[in-house]
């Protein structure tokens, strides 16, 4: 976590972290710019930016599902 922090901060680079321990525990860090992708502060937005962010998380899912079925 604390790596990723420093990579948004040093890299200006838009960053997303999830991490599962072995206890089953989820851990999990979004940078600034990320935090929309994850359904927080999304009431500041306008419809073109909402827009934005349902498409590429419909690309990004279709993405996943592709890989998935190729296994």
């Known amino acids: 976590m604390k790596k990723a922090k420093e990579i948004t901060v040093l890299c200006d680079a838009q960053v997303s972290l999830v991490i599962f321990a072995s206890s089953g525990k989820m851990h999990e860090y979004c940078s600034p710019s990320t935090s929309h992708m994850k359904g927080e ?3 500041s937005l ?14 990004g899912l279709a993405s996943i599902r592709d890989k998935q079925a190729s296994c």
Do not use: F, G, R
């Open 46 to 59: 306008n419809h073109k930016e909402l827009m934005h962010i349902e498409e590429a998380l419909e690309n």
């Open 41 to 43: 502060d999304i009431a």
